[in-house]
């Protein structure tokens, strides 16, 4: 299924989007990729939503990428006698091990591991960031704090702790449950939690072992001083703005989304900027202009995917969600500014003979009158490098591997093409310009790029380029075998 834009759109499923018939149709709209939230829902819930995906998918002849995101472990605080309490800026509040109903004064923390890693001075922030603690004193089971930013506090808050690398794994048991679950159903990417270092990501992927691409979310202050070793163990990146602005200053994101999607593309990993892209559409059937602006500020950047999250799982217009997300797409994307903007950000990057082909098709097919790069590949590498190029035409990924394909719906610009295997290049050329006409992206007097490797079927070859015409006759006349 064509779509008119380059950026992919993530839909997450939900109370509001869990039927065939809404399913069917955000994909029509322009959801790429269904993000199943492991946070939510039961596993046959679960089995039954990548249920209904698949048999869109197959409907629809349209390769749909399946994101499972793992919870990760969740920090709360225990329970109050009466059920919630004010804390004063100034008072004095313990948190400790003693699962006792809290009052006032103290609540419990069920996390040993906090207490481990905490030192006077660090903070502790309740209920989103909403109130704020200081730690003034320490030990194996409790920390006496200062309330810095008073409220109420009320049973079973989240905690977030900015200021020290916990001694947590990223996956709890739950989560090592769910992804062995989610595996064996057949998704293609995992949304890994919490993650604060490159053990983490190789933890999930050693689980996953193969059977899934494995996506880091950057949600911890940690996770971004270490984000050059956890991006080169991941192989793909969400920006999760969402307790990322709650862990550090709110105006510390921007900046940190910009760099970070820059050196995602500069390392040829699909990356998604995500959170409250759309918030007031849970409620609205229209956005703020803050919103619109908001997403069009991703797409400028050169981000590969944006994101819905409660706008289309729960939210009253889950459909209207995604199609405001594909017209401000197609703004953007029309604008010279992008053009300027994304031409303006390539960073020439590696030395393969692979880096060379897909640089040089770019170039060619911005040069001269090409309507679209064709790349054939098997594990996707090639179509991850030429999406990296951000050409000017679209890009049409051909594989035989239907995994493969489903994954590239996450990436930049890449058209997924089902192919049988193929034993030689002309072959390949016939298919690329089927391709290329079946899908209105040219018609017979236009030329293609084709970009493939010799011998067929055997990832990492990626060694030709072939400038061909759309005409078959003309293929089958000129092409040599």
């Known amino acids: 299924m064509r779509r008119l834009r380059n950026v992919k759109i993530v839909a ?11 399913i069917r149709a955000l994909h029509e709209v322009g959801a790429d990729v269904f993000r199943l939230n492991m946070s939510h829902g039961t596993h046959d819930e679960i089995r039954e939503k990548h249920r209904i995906i698949r048999q869109v998918e197959k409907d629809l002849d ?19 006698a009466n059920g919630e309490e004010e804390l004063k800026p100034g008072a004095a509040f313990r948190l ?38 200081e730690v003034t004193a320490c030990g194996a089971d409790f920390a006496d704090c200062m309330v810095e930013i008073g409220g109420v506090i009320s049973n079973r808050k989240g905690v977030n702790v900015p200021d020290v690398v916990l001694p947590l794994a990223a996956l709890s048991e739950k989560d090592r449950e769910d992804l062995e679950f989610v595996c064996s159903l057949g998704v293609d990417w995992l949304a890994l939690s919490f ?12 689980l996953a072992d193969g059977r899934a691409s494995v996506l880091s979310k950057i949600e911890k202050p940690a996770a971004v001083e270490q984000f050059a070793e956890i991006l080169d163990a991941s192989d793909g990146i969400m920006v999760a703005r969402g307790d990322l602005g709650v862990e550090l200053p709110v105006s510390a994101v921007p900046p940190i989304q910009k760099r970070l999607v820059r050196k995602c593309r500069a390392a040829a990993k699909p990356v998604i900027v995500a959170t409250q892209m759309l918030e007031s559409m849970i409620e609205s059937p229209m956005p703020t202009r803050a919103e619109v602006s908001d997403v069009a500020t991703a797409i400028y950047e050169g981000t590969d995917a944006i994101m819905l999250s409660a706008e289309s799982a729960a ?3 889950p459909v209207e969600a995604v199609q405001t997300m594909d017209k401000v797409a197609i703004e953007v994307e029309a604008d010279p500014t992008y053009t300027q903007i994304i031409t303006a950000s390539r960073t020439a990057k590696g030395s393969t003979v692979a880096d060379g082909i897909v640089a040089a098709a770019r170039e060619i097919a911005e040069k001269t009158n090409v309507k679209a790069i064709c790349c054939f590949t098997q594990s996707g590498t090639t179509a991850l490098l030429t999406a990296r190029e951000r050409p000017g035409v679209p890009i049409i990924a051909m594989t035989s591997v239907m995994g493969t ?3 590239l719906c996450l990436s930049w610009g890449c058209n997924c093409v089902m192919t049988p295997e193929l034993l030689r290049f002309k072959g390949a050329v016939v298919n690329a310009a089927r391709a290329a006409r079946a899908g209105g992206f040219a018609c017979d007097s236009d030329q293609i790029v084709v970009t493939a490797g010799v011998p067929f079927n055997v990832p990492g070859t990626t060694n030709i380029l072939r400038v061909a015409p759309c005409d078959e006759k003309l293929i089958y006349s000129t092409d040599p075998e």
């Open 12 to 22: 997450t499923l939900g109370p509001a989007s869990e039927t065939y018939d809404t």
């Open 62 to 80: 349209s390769p749909i990428a399946i994101l499972a995101d793992l919870q990760g472990p969740k920090l709360r605080v225990g329970v109050f």
């Open 96 to 133: 400790d091990l003693d699962p006792s109903e809290g009052d006032a004064t103290r609540v419990c923390l069920p996390h040993p591991e906090i207490f481990q890693a905490l030192e006077p001075g660090a903070h502790l922030l309740v209920n989103d960031g909403k109130i704020r603690l």
């Open 195 to 206: 993650v604060q270092r490159a053990k983490d990501v190789f933890e999930a992927k050693a």
């Open 315 to 317: 939210g009253s217009y």
């Open 405 to 407: 394909a489903r994954r």
